[in-house]
């Protein structure tokens, strides 16, 4: 099998914040087995899962973390497919409590890999899985004048992730983000250093950010917390 590292730097334990990234990331994979193991109910009775979406699989907990990848691999040229199957599989009692990314889904992830996507229903010890946790990210919330949002992440630099699609900005130049005027510019380097501003990432959403600094400090904001944005 060929291994990639997507990474090991999601913030611990934010199942959403995992769900937001993966969704951005694992549709510009090929076909492949994605393991995932954002656990912090590692040990308990949750079940272990894995999903099928389109011509991809994801293996990991069901906590939620798996469903908001999983519904863009199973779309095809942009448009939602009903396309998923999820089943559960059986946790050896006599494995590790804590490390069931090494010990549970990791050797899971390989029997898929080996086994194929195409003959999973095959694999022994799988079993439809009748109902698994739903993550749903929030949505924000859009008046005339203002839309109030929430912080899905932050990142290593600092900047300050939304859920609010970067269309509500328009043309616009300016917006109040908690009653304070900042800037909407396209980039960072737009302003001067230190300056705050808005803009829209790469993942298409609000970010407020700080040009060579950090926006979550500048903003005040922090994972899950509420954003609001008026509009002049």
Do not use: M
Request: hydrophobic letters at 40%.
């Amino acid at each position: 099998a060929r291994l990639v590292d997507i990474g090991h730097e999601f913030p611990r334990q934010n199942v959403r914040a995992a769900a937001f990234w993966l969704s951005q990331i694992l549709p510009e994979f090929p076909p492949a087995v994605h393991l995932v193991v954002v656990d912090p109910g590692v040990g308990t009775d949750r079940a272990a899962l894995v999903v099928r979406a389109g011509d991809h699989v994801l293996v990991g907990p069901d906590n939620g973390v798996l469903l908001p990848p999983a519904r863009p691999l199973a779309s095809a040229d942009g448009e939602y497919r009903d396309d998923i199957d999820a089943y559960e599989f059986e946790v050896d009692a006599t494995r590790s409590a804590t490390f069931h990314g090494r010990d549970v889904f990791a050797p899971g992830a390989a029997e898929v890999h080996e086994t194929g996507i195409d003959r999973l229903p095959e694999l022994e010890g799988l079993s439809p899985a009748d109902e698994i946790v739903e993550l749903e990210l929030p949505e924000p919330e859009l008046t005339k004048n203002e839309v109030t949002g929430e912080v899905i992440a932050v990142d290593d630099f600092g900047n300050v992730i939304t859920n609010i699609p970067g269309e509500v900005l328009g043309n616009r130049t300016v917006v109040r983000v908690n009653d304070e005027p900042t800037p909407i510019v396209r980039s960072y380097g737009h302003v001067e250093p230190d300056r705050a501003i808005v803009t829209i990432g790469s993942h298409g959403n609000v970010e407020c950010a700080v040009n060579r600094g950090r926006g979550d400090e500048a903003f005040d904001l922090d994972a899950g917390e509420p954003v609001r944005l008026e509009f002049a």
